[in-house]
């Protein structure tokens, strides 16, 4: 069975600082992987998706993040902080058992931007 | 843009009430998703359709709940009846079966039960 874990529930860093968003996955077969950001009383935005082609995928909003199989990792990365980012990040692996329609996700990790 | 579509954006009702979340999903899309959400849990899947046609509900519980498609355009969440522990944000998603394509998410239904 495929599954996600997000390291650390509540990130914070400095406007301008880096941002590392960790996420290891758990799949029986080459995943298909996502980021995705909700903000407040919104539902979930694609950020970027992993579909076996470049193994380093860019997104929306200046995020990235690279697939690292020996590592089983999708970490997500923005190389400046705005304000605007604080918000709650999933990451998620698709489910061949269901043609790649059905994702689980992680239990998301709540950024907070520090001005 | 084109947007997933839920209503009530807000549900407050006392318990044992029956409680019906809709949403509409992205016009040609042929997938659809229920998911709950609470501080809790985080995000559960609860039912997903491919072309209207129940593929996995493993998520929901069978005694109260309940999800249809009528149409392509509409889908349903029921609960009956309702409990306080069914308080929670539940989310519909919409997405296509063609290559890997994301879900769209609306902006869900924040329900209330007291």
């Known amino acids: 069975a495929q599954s996600v874990t997000q390291l650390g529930s509540h990130v914070s860093v400095s406007e301008g600082a880096l941002v590392l968003l960790r996420c290891n996955y758990s799949?029986?077969?080459?995943?298909?992987l996502f980021w995705y950001v909700q903000y407040p009383n919104q539902g979930l935005q694609l950020l970027l998706k992993?579909?076996?082609?470049?193994?380093l995928v860019k997104g929306i909003n200046g995020f990235e993040a690279e697939f690292k199989k020996s590592e089983t990792s999708f970490h997500l990365t923005k190389p400046s902080a705005h304000m605007s980012d604080a918000a709650e990040y999933f990451c998620a692996v698709s489910d061949p058992n269901f043609g790649n329609e059905k994702l689980t996700f992680g239990t998301g990790t709540r950024l907070t931007i520090i001005p | 843009d084109a947007r997933v579509t839920q209503t009530p954006r807000h549900k407050v009702t006392e318990m044992g009430q029956e409680v019906t979340m809709r949403c509409q999903p992205i016009l040609g899309h042929n997938t659809v998703f229920w998911y709950r959400q609470t501080m809790m849990q985080g995000l559960e899947l609860l039912a997903y359709?491919?072309?209207?046609?129940?593929?996995?509900d493993s998520g929901m519980p069978k005694d109260r709940f309940s999800a249809e498609m009528p149409d392509a355009t509409l889908a349903t969440l029921k609960i009956q009846p309702s409990e306080p522990r069914d308080s929670a944000v539940y989310f519909c998603?919409?997405?296509?079966?063609?290559?890997?394509?994301?879900?769209?998410f609306g902006d869900g239904t924040r329900l209330s039960i007291l």
């Open positions: 359709f491919r072309n209207r046609a129940p593929l996995d």
């Open positions: 799949s029986s077969v080459p995943p298909y």
């Open positions: 998603a919409s997405g296509l079966v063609q290559g890997v394509q994301p879900q769209h």
């Open positions: 992993y579909t076996s082609a470049a193994t």
